[in-house]
């Protein structure tokens, strides 16, 4: 029969020799995790997210989109040029085009164009091309809007004032907090740590506000509530833009959410 002494000796060896099997099983899954983590990096953080085409159609649509764009700028064809009469036109001609009716109805492609330009936007945005990374935003927010709107039916209409304010807004703060929520890597966390304590701001949809750039606190501004697509910045802008916004946006869109309230109302009668 062994002794006391020799079998606490081995006791203690093998709990010595368990606890290094332990530590080498802890450090093996470390190492992986590093290798994991280099992995998904080398696949996410230059593409933000991004994965290379792998259908043909949306790799066309995305490039006939930015030709569009690029063309309606150099035309000129507008009495009162902006960004968003050129992003509306780029769309408009890219919906006229039989061709591409197969994206347009697909919520599976349109997410794939999502995700590339929310990585053009986080690219543009780390070079500190602020001016491209806003357009790409909002053509980024424009499809997921229409995901939402118009493919899945979640919403009862497109939030037209998150892409103005997207693509209008002069605060980085408004950006930047965009594309670091919806992207895979942290490319933007040290830049969002740098804006968000920068106010953010909103565009008053009176076209003849007074404020500079018509842009003020968002925190301050008023919202159409009728609608929910419109905000001001005073009472009086709203009460000054009512005619021309009732004409041609808040009709339609206060029947929309009328229509979408009516069906999920009588979705919830048949439970």
Not at 174 to 193: A, D, G, Q, V
Request: charged residues 25%.
């Amino acid at each position: 029969m062994p002794s006391r002494k020799r079998a606490q000796g081995k006791a203690r060896m093998k709990a010595k020799a368990m606890a290094k099997t332990k530590t080498a099983v802890a450090e093996a899954a470390t190492n992986q995790q590093q290798e994991l983590s280099s992995l998904m990096q080398q696949i996410y953080m230059c593409n933000h997210g991004h994965v290379p085409w792998q259908v043909d159609i949306c790799a066309k649509f995305a490039s006939e989109l930015l030709n569009e764009y690029n063309a309606t700028i150099n035309r000129g064809d507008s009495p009162s040029p902006s960004p968003r009469t050129h992003t509306i036109k780029s769309l408009q001609a890219m919906n006229s085009k039989e061709e591409y009716s197969e994206v347009w109805n697909d919520a599976g492609k349109m997410k794939l164009l999502v995700a590339y330009f929310l990585s053009l936007g986080t690219k543009h945005a780390t070079e500190e091309n602020m001016w491209a990374a806003r357009v790409y935003a909002h053509y980024a927010c424009f499809f997921e809007e229409y995901i939402a709107s118009e493919l899945n039916n979640t919403q009862a209409s497109m939030n037209r004032a998150k892409m103005v304010e997207l693509l209008c807004a002069s605060d980085d703060h408004t950006l930047i907090s965009y594309l670091k929520h919806r992207i895979p890597c942290t490319c933007l966390n040290e830049m969002y740590k740098q804006v968000k304590s920068t106010k953010k701001m909103g565009l008053c949809f009176n076209e003849h506000c007074s404020h500079p750039d018509r842009m003020v606190d968002r925190d301050t501004m008023l919202n159409c509530t009728r609608c929910r697509s419109a905000n001001y910045c005073s009472r009086e802008c709203q009460v000054a833009d009512w005619t021309r916004h009732k004409k041609m946006l808040c009709d339609e869109v206060a029947k929309a959410i009328a229509s979408f309230n009516f069906k999920q109302n009588s979705k919830l009668s048949q439970i």
